[in-house]
C-alpha cells in the first residue's frame, strides 16, 4: 500500500504549483473550489475519524460493562475465568450465585482450534493450487467458489449443520444416548466457514512471492513439490499464519451457527461427541432472559468483553507475525 | 454530518414519545375503564410498546393486531427480546408495557415493587420422555433424583434398564423457572445435560434419543412423546384449571404503576372475552378467566 | 525416481484438495437448494409468517432484510467511501493514519455478536429505540464499514496516476479531481466491492438478534407513511429480518413446520447472495469491458 505514496507526493508538487489559488486575482471559482477544497477535505477526514471513534466507543463501553461483574458484584477475575460452577440463579443461601465461566472459555477454545486444525491443511492445499498448480483454473472456478462459500450466511450454514450433519453424527455415534449435537458437530461447520478466509490470504501471499525463487529452485533441478515444499511455502508463511489466525478469530468469534449444533452444554467435554457450550453461545441465549444490570447479565457482557479482548489479541499476534516476517 | 442527523432522530424521537405520552395523559378521566367489548365505546388512541417474553408474544400480537383493526387510531407496538428484557424496558419506562413469563420479584436485580402486575393467561407445562420409556408417573421424589443426577438409570424408577438422558431448558427462561419450582419443588437441576432452547427441538431429540427426559409447554405435546403424569396427576387442561396439576405459570403484563390511557384500554382488552373466549386457548394458552385457582409470586395458592 | 514419485503423488493431493473444496460447495448449495426450492411458491414467498400454525411465508421477512440492507448502505456508503477518500488520497504517513488503519482492522475483525452487544447498549437502549430497524442498521453499518473503506480505498489506489496527474496540471484542485475524475474511473471497482460488501451483510444474523430484534408485527404494505407504525417503511420498528427468521424458528418456534420454512428461508437467503456475487462479476466485467473499449 506505501508503494504508491510517491505519485501522491509529486501530485502535491504539481498542485501548488499549478494551483492559481495561490495567484493575486482571486476570482470567484478558485475561491469556491478552494471553500470545497477544505469542506471536502475535512468530510473525508471526519469520516475516517469516524471509524476511530465507533471502535474506541465500542471498547469503552463494553469494557464499562464487561467490568461490572468485577466491579460493582464483586467477583474475581479468577473465579470468573476460572470456575466450573454457572449457577447465576443460585440463591445466596445456597452459596450464592456463581459465575464461572471456564467451561464456556474451553469450549470457545476448543471448538474453534479444532476448526482450525482441520481447516488449515485443506487451505495450504487448495492455495497453492491455486497459484502454482493450476493458475488459469483456479482463477476460474475456485476464486468464485471461494467467494460464494465466503458469501453463505452464517445461520445458512448453521441449519445445514442442524438438519443434516447432527442428525448425521446420531444415527452413525452408535446410539449410547448421544444427540448429535456435539463438538464435533460445531468443529466441522466452523472448519468449512474458515475456508475462504484461510485460503484467500494464503493464496494471496503466495501470489506475492518473487517469481526469480520458484525459477531458481527449479533451475537447481528440484521437483514442483520440492519447491512447493521447501521453497514457496515456507517464503509465503507469514501470509498463511496471518489466515490461520483470522480464521481463528472467525471461528471465535461465530455465534450462531456454532449455537445450533453444539448442544450447548455447560460442561468440560470428555470426547468429541459431547455437547459443549461457547461463549457467543451462551450470550445469545440468555442475552433476552436476564435484566440489564443484574449479575447474571453482567456475566454476559464479561464474555463479550472476553471476545473482545481476544479479537486484539488476535490481531496483535497477526501484526507480530508480520513485523517478524519482514525483519527475516 | 452523520452525527447531526443522528442527533435530529434522537430529537425526533423524544418528540414523538413525549407527544405519545402527553395523548395517553390527556385521556386520564375519571375511572371510567372502556367497555370490554369494543362496541360504541369512545375512541382510544395513542401509541404503547409491549416488550418482553417471546413466549407471549404471538398473542399480544395478536391481540393488538384486533384491538388496533377496531380502534385505527390506537397504535401498539409489540417487541420480543425476552422476558429480562421486558421486564428491565418497563421497570427503566423505556417501553409501557413489560411482558413476563414469571413473576418480577423472581428475577433478580430489578426492583419490582414499582411495578403492577396483569396476569392474561396461563400456560402449563408437562414432563416428557422418549415412548420407548415405560415409567408413567413420577413423583416430586423421583424427577428431584432425576434432575438432579441422583439417578441415571430408568431401572432406578421402576423402568428399562436404560440411561437417562436429561435434556434442559435454558436457564432464565420461564420454562425452566416454572419446572424447577413447582415439579421439582424448587431443587437446583444440576444433572448434566444440554440445553435447548426450542420446543421444537426438545419435542424431536425426546421422540429420537431413547431414554430422554424434558418438558415442554402442555399445547406442544404430541403423540410421538410421552406425557408423565407428576405424583399421579394427569397433566390436562381441567386439572390445571382445578389447580390439581401444579405446574403451570401465569404470563404476565407488567406496566409500572398504574395503566392510564391506551395501556390500560389494551390490557382490559386482553382479559376482556374478545381475546380470553378465542385467541388464548386458539394459540395453546389456558384462559385467566377459567382459572379456579390463583397463585401469588411466592407459589401460594389459593381457590378464587 | 522416488522425488518424481513424490511430486505425481502431491500433484495428486493439490488437485484432490482442490476438487473436494469444490465437493464442499456444490454439496452445500446444492442441498440448500434441492430442499429450498420445492418450498418455494409465490405464496410463501409474499405471505406472512404463522406463529403457531403450519403454513406461514416468509414475506416480510424478505421486505425487512433488503429494507435493512438499504438503510445500512445509506450509511455506509457515503462514510465509507470519504474514508477511503482520505486514506487514498489525503492521509499521510501519520500516527493518525497508523490508527485509523489499526481501528479498520480491529473492526473487521471484531465478532458480530460484539457488535450487535454494543448496538444493543448504544442504538437500543441509550437512544430509547427500543428494538428497530435503524439501530439494526446503525449495527449493520458498523459491520460493514471496514470493508467498505478498504474497497474504496483500493478502488480508488487503482486509478492510473497519470489521470490524476493531467487533471491537476489542469489546474483542479485535489477535491475537484475527486470527484470528477478519479470517483468515475474507480466506479467499478467501488460498485462490484459494495456489492460485495452488501452480500455479507444480507445473511447477518447475530448482530440483529438484539437490535433490530427477533419479532415481525404485522404491515400494511398499503401504507406509505413511514411515521406510521404499520407502514413498512417506518425505520423505528422492530424487524425481523430473513436470517434472524432462521435462527428464531430454529431456537423458539412453536410453529409445526420449522423444516419447510427454514428450508424455503435458507434457500431464498443463499440464492440471494449468489446474486449478489455473480451480478458484482457480471457489473465488473461489462464495465470493465465498456471502459476500455471506449
Not at chain 3, 429494507?67 to 467511501?81: D, E, K, R, S, W
Request: aromatic share 8%; hydrophobic share 50%; with cysteine.
Amino acid at each position: 500500500m506505501e508503494k504508491t505514496m510517491t505519485p501522491v507526493l509529486d501530485v502535491e508538487k504539481i498542485e501548488q504549483a499549478g494551483n492559481p489559488v495561490s495567484g493575486a486575482g482571486k476570482s470567484l471559482t478558485a475561491k469556491r473550489r478552494r471553500y470545497g477544497e477544505i469542506i471536502g477535505r475535512g468530510l473525508a477526514f471526519s469520516c475516517a475519524a469516524a471509524v476511530i471513534l465507533i471502535t474506541l466507543a465500542i471498547i469503552y463501553f463494553i469494557a464499562v460493562k464487561g467490568l461490572a461483574i468485577f466491579t460493582v458484584n464483586g467477583v474475581s477475575i479468577r473465579s470468573f475465568l476460572l470456575g466450573l460452577q454457572w449457577y447465576p440463579d443460585r440463591p445466596a443461601a445456597q452459596g450464592g450465585p456463581l459465575v464461572g465461566a471456564a467451561t464456556m472459555i474451553i469450549g470457545s477454545v476448543l471448538v474453534s482450534l479444532l476448526a482450525v486444525l482441520l481447516s488449515t491443511p485443506l487451505s495450504v492445499i487448495v492455495s497453492v493450487f491455486m497459484v502454482e498448480i493450476a493458475p488459469g483454473w483456479g482463477q476460474r472456478v475456485l476464486q468464485p467458489a471461494i467467494e460464494i462459500l465466503a458469501g453463505i450466511p452464517s445461520v445458512v450454514y448453521g441449519w445445514i449443520g442442524l438438519s443434516m450433519l447432527v442428525p448425521f453424527i446420531r444415527i452413525h455415534s452408535g446410539g449410547q444416548g448421544f444427540t448429535g449435537f456435539s463438538l464435533l458437530a460445531g468443529f466441522l461447520v466452523l472448519s468449512v466457514m474458515i475456508l475462504p478466509t484461510v485460503i484467500s490470504v494464503s493464496a494471496d501471499s503466495l501470489k506475492a512471492l518473487p517469481g526469480q525463487w520458484k525459477e531458481a529452485a527449479l533451475a537447481l533441478g528440484s521437483t514442483r513439490w520440492q519447491t512447493i515444499r521447501m521453497v514457496l511455502v515456507p517464503a509465503a508463511r507469514t501470509g498463511i499464519i496471518t489466515g490461520v489466525v483470522l480464521g481463528l478469530a472467525r471461528a471465535f468469534g461465530e455465534a450462531l451457527a456454532v449455537q445450533m449444533v453444539i448442544g450447548n452444554t455447560r460442561e468440560i467435554p470428555h470426547s468429541i461427541l459431547s455437547p459443549i457450550m461457547t461463549l457467543t453461545s451462551a450470550i445469545t441465549m440468555d442475552m433476552g432472559y436476564t435484566i440489564m444490570g443484574s449479575m447474571w447479565n453482567n456475566a454476559l457482557w464479561s464474555m463479550g468483553l472476553i471476545l473482545l479482548i481476544m479479537s486484539f489479541f488476535f490481531i496483535l499476534t497477526i501484526r507480530l507475525v508480520v513485523k517478524r516476517g519482514m525483519v527475516k | 454530518m452523520g452525527k447531526k442527523t443522528k442527533w435530529m432522530l434522537v430529537a425526533a424521537c423524544v418528540l414523538a414519545l413525549v407527544v405519545a405520552l402527553a395523548g395517553c395523559g390527556n385521556q386520564n378521566q375519571p375511572k371510567q375503564s372502556p367497555q370490554q367489548s369494543s362496541g360504541g365505546q369512545a375512541e382510544v388512541s395513542g401509541s404503547v410498546t409491549a416488550v418482553g417474553s417471546t413466549a407471549l408474544q404471538p398473542l399480544v400480537e395478536q391481540a393488538a393486531t384486533q384491538y388496533m383493526s377496531k380502534n385505527p387510531k390506537a397504535q401498539i407496538v409489540v417487541q420480543g427480546g425476552g422476558s429480562g428484557t421486558g421486564l428491565s424496558q418497563v421497570a427503566q419506562g423505556a417501553a409501557n408495557i413489560g411482558d413476563s413469563d414469571i413473576f418480577a420479584e423472581e428475577k433478580s436485580g430489578l426492583d419490582a415493587s414499582q411495578l403492577v402486575d396483569h396476569r392474561v393467561c396461563v400456560v402449563a407445562m408437562t414432563c416428557v420422555v422418549n415412548p420407548g420409556v415405560t415409567v408413567g408417573n413420577l413423583t416430586t421424589k423421583q424427577l428431584q433424583d432425576i434432575f438432579t443426577g441422583k439417578v441415571t438409570n430408568w431401572k432406578q424408577v421402576g423402568g428399562p434398564d436404560q440411561k437417562i438422558t436429561v435434556i434442559h431448558r435454558p436457564k432464565g427462561s420461564g420454562t425452566r423457572a416454572t419446572f424447577k419450582k413447582f415439579a421439582l419443588d424448587g431443587v437446583e437441576e444440576t444433572a448434566p445435560g444440554m440445553e435447548q432452547d426450542s420446543s421444537g427441538t426438545v419435542r424431536k431429540m425426546v421422540a429420537e434419543t431413547p431414554g430422554a427426559i424434558s418438558y415442554l409447554a402442555m399445547s406442544y405435546v404430541d403423540k410421538t412423546i410421552k406425557a408423565i403424569k407428576i405424583n399421579d396427576v394427569e397433566p390436562t387442561v381441567d386439572n390445571v384449571i382445578a389447580g390439581k396439576y401444579p405446574v403451570w405459570s401465569y404470563e404476565h403484563m407488567y406496566t409500572k404503576g398504574e395503566p392510564t390511557g391506551l395501556a390500560k384500554a389494551f390490557l382490559d382488552y386482553m382479559v376482556g372475552p374478545d381475546v380470553q373466549d378465542q385467541l388464548v386457548s386458539k394459540m395453546g394458552y389456558i384462559p385467566i378467566t377459567q382459572m379456579k385457582v390463583e397463585r401469588d409470586a411466592q407459589g401460594k395458592v389459593t381457590q378464587k | 525416481m522416488n522425488n518424481r514419485l513424490a511430486d505425481r503423488l502431491a500433484t495428486v493431493m493439490f488437485w484432490a484438495g482442490a476438487l473436494l473444496v469444490l465437493l464442499i460447495l456444490g454439496f452445500l448449495l446444492g442441498y440448500i437448494l434441492i430442499h429450498g426450492l420445492k418450498d418455494i411458491s409465490w405464496h410463501f414467498l409474499t405471505s406472512p409468517p404463522q406463529n403457531m400454525l403450519a403454513g406461514g411465508g416468509i414475506g416480510p421477512q424478505i421486505f425487512n432484510s433488503f429494507y435493512l440492507l438499504l438503510l445500512a448502505m445509506l450509511i455506509t456508503v457515503p462514510v465509507g467511501l470519504l474514508a477511503g477518500i482520505y486514506l487514498a488520497e489525503y492521509a499521510s504517513q501519520s500516527r493518525v493514519t497508523e490508527s485509523i488503519r489499526l481501528c479498520i482492522e480491529t473492526l473487521s475483525s471484531l465478532p458480530s455478536i460484539v457488535v450487535g452487544l454494543f448496538g444493543l447498549l448504544i442504538f437500543v437502549n441509550m437512544t430509547g429505540w427500543g428494538y428497530t430497524l435503524m439501530s439494526g442498521a446503525l449495527a449493520l453499518a458498523v459491520i460493514n464499514l471496514p470493508l467498505m473503506v478498504r474497497v474504496s480505498e483500493e478502488a480508488i489506489r487503482s486509478v492510473p496516476p497519470e489521470l490524476r496527474e493531467a487533471s491537476l496540471a489542469l489546474g483542479a484542485a485535489r477535491w475537484q479531481t475527486m470527484w470528477r475524475v478519479i470517483i468515475p474511473s474507480a466506479f467499478p471497482g467501488l460498485l462490484t466491492g459494495g456489492i460485495i460488501a452488501a452480500g455479507r451483510v444480507f445473511g447477518e444474523a447475530a448482530a440483529l438478534l438484539y437490535t433490530s430484534g427477533m419479532s415481525s408485527p404485522p404491515l400494511n404494505f398499503a401504507d406509505f407513511n413511514p411515521f406510521s407504525h404499520l407502514s413498512p417503511l417506518n425505520p423505528f420498528r422492530p424487524a425481523e429480518t430473513l436470517a434472524v427468521h432462521i435462527w428464531k424458528i430454529n431456537s423458539e418456534s412453536l410453529i409445526p413446520d420449522v423444516r419447510r420454512v427454514a428450508d424455503g428461508s435458507a434457500a431464498v437467503l443463499v440464492l440471494v447472495v449468489l446474486i449478489f456475487n455473480l451480478s458484482a462479476r457480471w457489473l465488473g466485467r461489462v464495465i470493465h469491458r465498456r471502459m476500455t473499449a471506449a
